[in-house]
């Protein structure tokens, strides 16, 4: 089994320092209503050609620090959810040698054994305690291969996904010393003017780990399958307008999901699918931090367990929730939020549904994670610590779709061998032999 030694911990400051008109960050509503946990993702490369392990953690030390300048609330401590002291104690950073073949992490069928190139303790947990208080967690990882994987994990409370592969691509035109990008204007800490934060706010329901096992396996679904997919809605229902690639992977999922419950209960059950929405525009690109609402979509009866039917709500969901957001002043989405906030918190207590969750980072550019030393094997994340969520990332591609799924042990050995799931999706196993 693999295991991990921690060969060096230390601090990354912002380089120059933050400036003293910049020290107090607040944070805005929608950060207040986040949770605690972190936002993980990891690249994994093959053995680098023309550089040192040495000079690998030069280039991401000092290109890290220069960039925290620019992202400077990420090196700083949040105070009572209420702001952040961009004090500069910095990110942490870990360099640490793992005793194993790259290969191990990528042929292994489950996505968890990638758990190894992450901080550990770190990415599952739902406080952030006075020990482990650092907003943005970075961990350079080098296997006996000679294959690098590289790590960040950042709060969600300063950052939604978005934020999170915009810092990183960011980070990544840094490290290549790329001039082009002009990074005084490439982010903007002003989530608080579009969600003032306020006293009391709400919080999110607390993420506590599934009583039962839960496992991750990561699926693609390439482009061709995709048009597939979408031809089968549109003959099927042609009212339903250019379906995107995320609505039918979705309707996919969502469906062999539903059958999995069936199989094991053998009856139907209410299925309710979180979404979320991100909501640059309207507020703008540059934006950092959190700037998302949910929406969600339900299937009532079993005739309404059809790609076609889903794909249809869906859309339906979207296009309501852009009507209602588009004239709300700030207050009025902050209301807005709340209202979604209680609706999960409620529904989360009522046992005749069964809960999904979805999130897309596509079209966000975390595939294109090109330090100066080649385009990543794989881009993944952790698995989520709550059973019944997908995450959606582009594939090497740019085309098609890799669908990180997280499950309980029992109903992923039902999922993975669902007819309609293996004739869309293939899992995502690869080898360094």
Same mark, same amino acid.
């Given at each position: 089994?693999?295991?991990?030694?921690?060969?060096?911990?230390?601090?990354?400051?912002?380089?120059?320092?933050?400036?003293?008109?910049?020290?107090? !960050? /607040?944070?805005?509503?929608?950060?207040? &209503?986040? /949770?605690? $946990? !972190?936002?993980?993702?990891?690249?994994?490369?093959?053995?680098?050609?023309?550089?040192?392990?040495?000079?690998?953690?030069?280039?991401?030390?000092?290109? $890290?620090?220069?960039?925290?300048?620019?992202?400077?609330?990420?090196? +700083? #401590?949040?105070?009572?959810?209420? !702001?952040?002291?961009?004090?500069?104690?910095? =990110?942490?950073?870990? *360099?640490?040698?793992?005793?194993?073949?790259?290969?191990?992490?990528?042929?292994?069928?489950?996505?968890?054994?990638?758990?190894?190139?992450?901080?550990?303790?770190?990415?599952?947990?739902?406080?952030?305690?006075?020990?482990?208080?650092?907003?943005?967690?970075?961990?350079?990882?080098?296997?006996?291969?000679?294959?690098?994987?590289?790590?960040?994990?950042?709060?969600?409370?300063?950052?939604?996904? !978005?934020?999170?592969?915009?810092?990183?691509?960011?980070?990544?035109?840094?490290?290549?010393?790329?001039?082009? $990008? *002009?990074?005084?204007?490439?982010?903007?800490?002003? +989530?608080?003017?579009?969600?003032?934060?306020?006293?009391?706010?709400?919080?999110?329901?607390?993420?506590?780990?599934?009583?039962? #096992?839960?496992?991750? #396996?990561?699926?693609?679904?390439?482009?061709?399958?995709?048009?597939?997919?979408?031809?089968?809605?549109?003959?099927?229902?042609?009212?339903?307008?250019?379906?995107?690639?995320?609505?039918?992977?979705?309707?996919?999922?969502?469906?062999?999901?539903?059958?999995?419950?069936?199989?094991?209960?053998?009856?139907?059950? #209410?299925?309710?699918?979180?979404?979320?929405?991100?909501?640059?525009?309207?507020?703008?690109?540059?934006? @950092?931090?959190?700037?998302?609402?949910?929406?969600?979509?339900? %299937?009532?009866? @079993?005739?309404?367990?059809?790609?076609?039917?889903?794909?249809?709500?869906?859309?339906? =969901?979207?296009?309501?929730?852009?009507?209602?957001?588009?004239?709300?002043?700030?207050?009025?989405?902050? $209301?807005? %939020?709340?209202?979604?906030?209680?609706?999960?918190?409620?529904?989360?207590?009522?046992?005749?549904?069964?809960?999904?969750?979805? &999130?897309?980072?596509?079209?966000?550019?975390?595939?294109?994670?090109?330090? +100066?030393?080649?385009?990543?094997?794989?881009? &993944?994340?952790?698995?989520?610590?709550?059973?019944?969520?997908?995450?959606?990332?582009?594939?090497?591609? +740019?085309?098609?779709? *890799?669908?990180?799924?997280?499950?309980?042990? =029992?109903?992923?050995?039902?999922?993975?061998?669902?007819?309609?799931?293996?004739?869309? =999706?293939?899992?995502?196993?690869?080898?360094?032999?």
């Amino acid at each position: 089994m693999a295991s991990s030694t921690i060969l060096s911990r230390k601090f990354i400051k912002p380089s120059p320092p933050t400036p003293s008109s910049h020290r107090h !960050y /607040n944070l805005s509503f929608r950060d207040q &209503t986040a /949770n605690n $946990l !972190y936002l993980p993702i990891a690249a994994l490369y093959s053995k680098p050609e023309n550089h040192t392990i040495t000079q690998i953690s030069n280039i991401l030390e000092n290109s $890290l620090s220069k960039i925290l300048f620019f992202y400077y609330p990420f090196g +700083g #401590r949040i105070k009572d959810n209420k !702001y952040v002291d961009c004090n500069d104690i910095g =990110a942490e950073y870990f *360099n640490v040698h793992i005793n194993c073949q790259m290969s191990e992490i990528l042929s292994n069928p489950y996505n968890d054994a990638i758990e190894i190139v992450f901080p550990q303790n770190l990415a599952w947990g739902n406080s952030l305690s006075e020990e482990r208080s650092s907003l943005l967690v970075v961990q350079l990882s080098h296997f006996d291969c000679g294959g690098v994987g590289i790590s960040i994990c950042l709060s969600h409370k300063v950052a939604d996904g !978005y934020s999170g592969c915009k810092f990183l691509s960011d980070w990544v035109s840094m490290a290549r010393d790329d001039h082009k $990008l *002009n990074f005084q204007l490439s982010c903007q800490f002003d +989530g608080a003017s579009f969600f003032p934060p306020i006293d009391n706010p709400p919080p999110m329901p607390n993420v506590v780990p599934d009583p039962e #096992r839960c496992v991750s #396996r990561m699926y693609n679904l390439s482009s061709s399958t995709l048009l597939k997919l979408k031809d089968i809605v549109v003959s099927t229902n042609p009212q339903i307008q250019n379906p995107s690639r995320i609505e039918v992977a979705t309707a996919l999922f969502h469906k062999c999901g539903v059958d999995v419950s069936m199989a094991k209960s053998g009856v139907f059950r #209410r299925t309710v699918l979180f979404h979320v929405m991100n909501l640059r525009p309207p507020i703008p690109f540059n934006t @950092i931090g959190n700037a998302t609402c949910y929406f969600s979509t339900r %299937a009532m009866s @079993i005739d309404k367990t059809t790609l076609p039917n889903y794909v249809g709500e869906l859309q339906k =969901a979207k296009q309501q929730i852009r009507y209602e957001l588009k004239d709300m002043n700030t207050k009025e989405l902050a $209301l807005h %939020a709340i209202e979604k906030i209680k609706e999960i918190v409620n529904i989360a207590k009522d046992d005749c549904f069964d809960m999904y969750f979805c &999130t897309s980072l596509c079209t966000f550019g975390s595939r294109k994670i090109d330090f +100066g030393w080649g385009s990543p094997l794989r881009v &993944t994340h952790v698995k989520d610590p709550m059973k019944n969520k997908f995450i959606f990332m582009d594939d090497p591609s +740019g085309e098609g779709i *890799n669908v990180l799924i997280t499950l309980t042990e =029992a109903d992923m050995l039902l999922f993975e061998s669902n007819k309609e799931l293996l004739e869309f =999706a293939s899992p995502v196993v690869q080898s360094l032999e």
